[in-house]
């Protein structure tokens, strides 16, 4: 069964930095996408980055050049690290893992997510 815990995020004032910490539990598979994401109060969930077991990385335009996204497999723990952060960077981010089983069936599983927000 696997098991996805976010925690690092708080309030920051605008131009600081957080890092948040996606720890997994459970099997690991090749084919698995760790991404983040977050939701905007009243907002969709948007993709912010993910990185593959390959290490294929991507960033939602809005983020690249202030986001990094990392992965320690020893810890089994995905990060985001979140630079120059700005009030529309405010939200609730959701971990997620996207698991392929087949060609015709792909698993999802979220995290609990953690609010971020970004105020002076």
């Known amino acids: 069964q696997v098991q996805l815990v976010e925690s690092g995020g708080g309030l920051v004032q605008p131009g600081g930095s957080l890092r948040l910490s996606c720890a997994r539990s459970g099997s690991i598979y090749n084919l698995d996408v760790m991404g983040w994401f977050r939701q905007a109060p009243e907002g969709q969930r948007e993709l912010v980055a993910s990185?593959?077991?390959?290490?294929?990385?991507k960033y939602a335009d809005s983020v690249k050049g202030r986001f990094i996204i990392s992965r320690d497999n020893a810890k089994d723990t995905v990060y985001l690290q979140m630079n120059n952060l700005k009030p529309e960077d405010t939200g609730v981010y959701y971990c997620?893992?996207?698991?392929?089983?087949?060609?015709?069936?792909?698993?999802?599983?979220w995290g609990q997510g953690t609010q971020v927000t970004v105020s002076s």
């Open positions: 997620k893992l996207q698991r392929e089983m087949s060609r015709t069936r792909t698993d999802e599983y």
């Open positions: 990185i593959s077991q390959s290490g294929s990385i």
